[in-house]
């Protein structure tokens, strides 16, 4: 071991710096973490715009960790994508999706979900695959998920990104450009994708109704998705009057605080029965 220590590992700790060491010891603790369940599957739902019905859920993971407590997903997603542990993760998640799915039909509720899906998952040739046996194991229709995917998933590798969204899209799972406005995808390249939703990003939506330019921003892709046949859906609603704008704007699905902030999905029944009381009420 010593003399491992002295050719290996010890040259290795002399020439990485301290955010390294830090993401390694982090990529140790997410592994722990899968191993002990610390992971836990949130659901935020998303409504439609003219009904209010709940159309579908966005599967969000959190973090309970022992010592920290809750950690939010953007302190730890980024290192998991760059350390490659994302694969575990997203069928982990896909898995505890498709579980929750399995329940919620045994209890008469049919609702979608979204999984976030993100570039090195794109590029992993075995995840049409993976994802079909976790469907399988949990006796779930492919067409029960939709996959979210961002603009720069999909730009990093354009051509493999292309085989594995064709692939999961002939499977039955809906595809969903995640964040739309914020990458640099060209439009000539996405409709080329069998993509069947655009999700505007929060921030042109959030205090939407303050800020004229952003309502047009929001305007002109609503009605960009609809030319191209997508549905349009818009994220980070949080009060009644961008809600109403985007009525009026014609948007297909809406999801924010206003409507739920994100809840452990084991909520999800019960939110459900006390919204579709208040909606009658
Ligand atoms: P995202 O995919 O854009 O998800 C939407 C984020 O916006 C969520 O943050 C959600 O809680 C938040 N949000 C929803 N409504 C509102 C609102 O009305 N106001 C505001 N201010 N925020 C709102 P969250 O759960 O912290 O997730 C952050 C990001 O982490 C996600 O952004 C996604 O990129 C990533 N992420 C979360 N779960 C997963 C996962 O299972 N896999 C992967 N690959 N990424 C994930
Ligand atoms: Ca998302
Ligand atoms: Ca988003
Ligand atoms: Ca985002």
């Not at 599957?41 to 715009?49: A, F, G, M």
């Not at 655009?198 to 030319?227: A, C, P, R, W, Y």
């Amino acid at each position: 071991a010593a003399k491992l220590a002295k050719n290996g590992a010890v040259l290795y700790s002399q020439t990485i710096d301290k955010s390294s060491q830090q993401s390694l010891s982090l990529l140790t603790e997410m592994r722990t973490a899968l191993e002990q369940n610390h992971f836990q599957l949130y659901v935020q739902p998303k409504v439609s715009v003219i009904s209010n019905e709940v159309v579908a859920v966005e599967a969000l993971v959190r973090w309970f960790h022992p010592e920290k407590g809750m950690i939010f997903p953007d302190q730890f997603i980024p290192f998991a994508e760059q350390t490659g542990f994302i694969r575990q993760l997203t069928r982990w998640v896909m898995n505890a999706a498709a579980a929750c799915c399995q329940q919620w039909q045994n209890a008469g509720i049919n609702i979608k979900i979204s999984v976030n899906i993100s570039t090195r998952d794109l590029l992993d040739q075995e995840l049409p695959e993976k994802f079909a046996e976790i469907l399988q194991k949990n006796q779930v229709l492919p067409e029960c998920f939709c996959l979210e995917i961002t603009e720069s998933a999909i730009m990093d590798d354009p051509v493999r990104a292309h085989l594995t969204l064709d692939k999961l899209h002939a499977m039955g799972m809906e595809l969903s450009i995640d964040d739309f406005g914020t990458g640099y995808s060209s439009l000539a390249y996405l409709k080329r994708l069998p993509v069947d939703e655009l999700k505007i990003d929060k921030s042109f939506v959030l205090k939407m109704e303050q800020d004229i330019d952003n309502t047009k921003i929001v305007k002109s892709t609503i009605d960009l998705g609809h030319n191209m046949g997508l549905r349009v859906v818009a994220e980070g609603i949080e009060n009644a009057e961008v809600l109403a704008l985007l009525k009026e704007l014609g948007c297909d699905q809406a999801q924010g605080y206003f409507i739920s902030k994100p809840m452990p999905a084991g909520n999800m029944p019960a939110w459900l029965e006390r919204w579709k009381s208040n909606q009658t009420a």
